[in-house]
């Protein structure tokens, strides 16, 4: 009986100690600011931006609802005529929902070097759209730098589940993408 015992409390034991080594952190999201306002990625959706004057756009699909388990995008976050993110939403929900009421996954800030070198955006306290590679490591440590040599670099900031990564074009700033990993199995509208 007490060999049964000491086996028994041996086996929790060892299965406690497996799924503490199991358990992954998933990181903090990067603070990002759009025009004076906080936009969490895992967390924010369109509705919650409204009060500040956020609109969502699509490219003419009409896009009001997605289905249950789906993610699409297709959808542009707007404020005062000015075009500043696109948004990967995601319905994890077993429902149709309204778009305004999915999760933004994903923030994707385009043509830095053009349209949009202007926009009005920090990520964890910094604009770094029109940055140098030299003072973007500077501005962020952490950093990883693509080791390729060629006209197009991708450099990461990575923390568990949240990324950003700054996409360079000869040399210049040009792309940013803001984001936090989602079930990408769901059906993309």
């Known amino acids: 009986m007490k060999l049964l015992r000491n086996l028994i409390l041996c086996g929790l034991l060892g299965s406690c100690v497996f799924l503490a080594g199991c358990s992954k952190d998933p990181g903090t999201p990067p603070e990002v600011v759009i025009a004076?306002?906080?936009?969490?990625?895992?967390?924010?959706?369109?509705?919650?931006?409204?009060?500040?004057g956020f609109t969502t756009s699509d490219l003419g699909r009409m896009i009001v609802k997605l289905p249950d388990r789906s993610?699409?995008?297709?959808?542009?976050?707007k404020k005062?005529?000015?075009s500043y993110a696109s948004l990967?939403?995601?319905?994890?929900?077993?429902?149709?929902?309204?778009?305004?009421?999915?999760?933004i996954e994903e923030l994707g800030f385009y043509?830095?070097?053009?349209?949009?070198?202007?926009?009005d955006i920090t990520i964890n306290g910094v604009n770094p759209i029109g940055k140098t590679v030299e003072e973007l490591k500077e501005l962020y440590p952490?950093?990883?730098?693509?080791?390729?040599d060629g006209d197009y670099l991708w450099h990461y900031l990575r923390n568990g589940d949240y990324s950003v990564s700054f996409q360079y074009s000869k040399g210049v700033l040009t792309d940013i993408d803001v984001?936090?990993?989602f079930n990408k199995s769901y059906q993309s509208k």
């Open 71 to 77: 993610w699409t995008s297709s959808v542009y976050l």
């Open 142 to 148: 952490d950093l990883e730098l693509d080791d390729d």
């Open 36 to 52: 004076g306002v906080p936009v969490v990625v895992g967390e924010s959706t369109p509705s919650s931006l409204r009060e500040a």
């Open 111 to 119: 043509a830095l070097d053009d349209e949009n070198r202007a926009l």
């Open 88 to 103: 990967t939403l995601v319905n994890d929900s077993k429902e149709e929902q309204l778009v305004g009421l999915c999760v």
């Open 179 to 181: 984001s936090h990993t």
């Open 80 to 82: 005062d005529d000015i």
